[in-house]
C-alpha cells in the first residue's frame, strides 16, 4: 500500500489526492473531476461517477496550428464543463497520468491553479474496485473568466532552449533511454512520428519519466525517492532553472509536475515542442 | 483484398458509422468479451502466446480443427484493455471457423477500418501486432497441413 500523500514528504502535497479522497467528493459540487486519456475509448468504456471527459486533441490544442487552445476556447471548454473560476479540478487518467498531467499543465497556462491530480490515475481506481459508469453527466454551462494565456512561467519554446543551453542550464530528457542515445526515434511500441535526427538536447540529463511512478500502481514515489533520482543522481538543482522535454511535451508534463509540485523546483518549464520539434529542425546542436 | 465473409461484412458496415457509432459498437464488442476457456488455457499464461508490443497484455491461441479451420481465443489482462478486448471479439466472431490459409490472408490494415479515431498513439501498433498474431499462427498451421 503507497504511503499516505501526506507523509511523502512533498513540496506542495495539496496538488495530489488519493482514490479515497476522489470517492469521498464524488458528489462535492466544489470538485469536477476530468478524465484526459490516450485511449479514446476509455472514457466511454467506463469513467467516475460524475466525471468529464476532455481529450487532449480536440479539446486542448489548436484545431489548425501546432498551439494550445485561444482564451476564448478556454473559457468555452470550461463554461462547458460546468466549472466555475472557484471549482476544484481533479484530473485522471491512463498512462500513469500523463494525459491528465499535460492536461493539469495545459489549464495552468490559463492561471486555473485550483487544480489536483488522482495519484496512480485511473488504473488504480480501477484495480480498487471502486465505482465507475458509463453515464455522462450533465453539468449547468457557467460563466468561466480565464487569464489570457500566460505560457511564460510553465512552457518554453524552442528559442528558450537554444538560449537554455548556451548558459548550460539544466534540462530533463524523459524519454525512453533508446530514444535519449538516438538509437530509435519514437517510444518502444509507438509509431514514428517523423523526426529526422535522433539524440537529445547538449546537456540534457537522461531521466525517463515513469522512474517518477511506483510501477504496481502508479503512484508517485515519495519525495525521498524522487530527490534521489533527480537530484542526487543526476544532481539537478531545485532552485535552478530547468526544462524538460520528451517527443511532444506528454511524458514532460509529468516529469513537469513531479519536479514543480512534488520536489518543489522553483523554475521548471516543459518544452512541449519537445523532440518532434527538435529532431527535425534544421541547425540545431544534437548530442548522441 | 478479399477477405472471409464474416469479416468482410463487418467491415463494410463499419464504413457507414459516425464517430460516435462506431465508437458505441466497438465498447459493445468489447462488452462481449469471454476469456481464453480454461480447457484451453489457464493462468500463467505461455509466454509464447503473448501478443508482442501489445500495452493491453493480450494472449492469443488458435486452435487447429479437422476440417482445417481454427478457432481463435484471447486473453487481455489489462483491464484498461477495452480496444484489445473489441478487437478480439471481432477477430473470434469472423474468424473461428474459417480455413487456416484465409485466416493468414489477413493483414493488420483492417485495424485502421475498424477503430479510425480511435486508434491513439499508443494502441494502434499494439492492435495491428493482435493481428499479426492471429496471421502468424494461421500461417502455422498452413504450414503443419502442407505435405513436405
Known amino acids: 500500500m503507497a504511503t499516505p500523500i501526506a507523509e511523502r514528504g512533498y513540496a506542495h502535497p495539496d496538488v495530489l489526492v488519493s482514490t479515497d479522497w476522489v470517492q469521498e467528493h464524488l458528489h462535492d459540487p466544489k470538485v469536477r473531476l476530468i478524465e484526459s486519456d490516450e485511449d479514446t475509448l476509455l472514457y466511454a468504456s467506463g469513467h467516475l461517477p460524475g466525471a468529464c471527459n476532455v481529450d487532449w486533441t480536440a479539446d486542448l490544442n489548436d484545431q489548425v496550428r501546432r498551439d494550445y487552445i485561444s482564451r476564448a ?184 509536475f513531479a519536479l514543480k509540485y512534488l520536489l518543489g523546483f522553483e523554475n521548471v518549464r516543459n518544452y512541449d515542442g519537445s523532440w518532434t520539434e527538435w529532431g527535425n529542425s534544421v541547425g540545431v546542436p544534437i548530442e548522441k | 483484398m478479399t477477405y472471409p465473409e464474416k469479416l468482410h461484412d463487418l467491415l463494410d458496415m463499419f464504413e457507414l458509422f459516425d464517430p460516435a457509432d462506431r465508437t458505441s459498437m466497438l465498447l459493445s464488442y468489447s462488452d462481449q468479451f469471454r476469456e481464453v476457456p480454461p480447457e484451453v488455457a489457464v493462468r500463467p499464461f505461455d509466454r509464447s502466446h503473448q501478443v508482442p508490443h501489445c500495452e493491453s497484455d493480450a494472449y492469443v491461441w488458435a486452435i487447429r480443427q479437422p476440417d482445417g479451420t481454427l478457432d481463435l481465443h484471447f486473453a487481455v489482462e489489462n483491464p484498461s484493455g477495452v480496444s484489445a478486448r473489441a478487437l478480439a471479439v471481432i477477430l473470434q466472431k469472423t474468424l473461428s471457423g474459417v480455413q487456416a490459409a484465409d485466416i493468414a490472408a489477413v493483414d493488420a490494415s483492417i485495424v485502421e477500418r475498424l477503430f479510425r479515431q480511435n486508434i491513439s498513439m499508443g494502441k494502434g501498433l499494439g492492435l495491428m501486432s493482435m493481428v499479426q498474431a492471429v496471421q502468424s499462427l494461421a500461417r502455422s498451421a498452413v504450414a503443419q497441413d502442407t505435405p513436405a
Open chain 1, 73 to 256: 476556447a478556454f473559457e468555452g471548454l470550461m463554461s462547458r464543463l460546468g466549472v466555475t473560476n472557484d471549482t476544484s479540478v481533479v484530473f485522471y487518467g491512463d498512462k500513469n497520468n500523463w494525459w491528465a498531467t499535460y492536461a493539469f499543465w495545459v489549464f495552468q497556462l490559463f492561471g486555473h491553479s485550483n487544480a489536483r491530480v488522482m495519484d496512480g490515475g485511473r488504473l488504480k481506481w480501477e484495480k480498487e474496485g471502486r465505482p465507475m459508469t458509463r453515464e455522462v453527466p450533465s453539468y449547468a454551462r457557467t460563466q468561466y473568466k480565464a487569464s489570457d494565456r500566460n505560457d511564460l512561467p510553465h512552457r518554453a519554446y524552442q528559442n528558450d532552449v537554444l538560449s537554455h543551453i548556451r548558459t548550460q542550464g539544466q534540462l530533463v530528457d524523459v524519454r525512453s533511454p533508446e530514444e535519449y542515445a538516438g538509437t530509435r526515434l519514437h517510444m518502444p511500441d509507438y509509431p514514428n512520428e517523423g523526426a529526422l535526427r535522433g539524440g537529445h538536447i547538449p546537456g540534457a540529463k537522461s531521466v525517463p519519466w515513469a522512474r517518477a511512478v511506483n510501477p504496481d500502481d502508479g503512484t508517485f514515489k515519495p519525495a525521498s525517492e524522487l530527490k534521489k533520482l533527480y537530484c542526487e543522481d543526476q544532481r539537478l538543482s531545485p532552485s535552478q532553472e530547468t526544462i524538460a522535454y520528451c517527443r511532444i511535451g506528454e511524458r514532460s508534463s509529468h516529469t513537469w
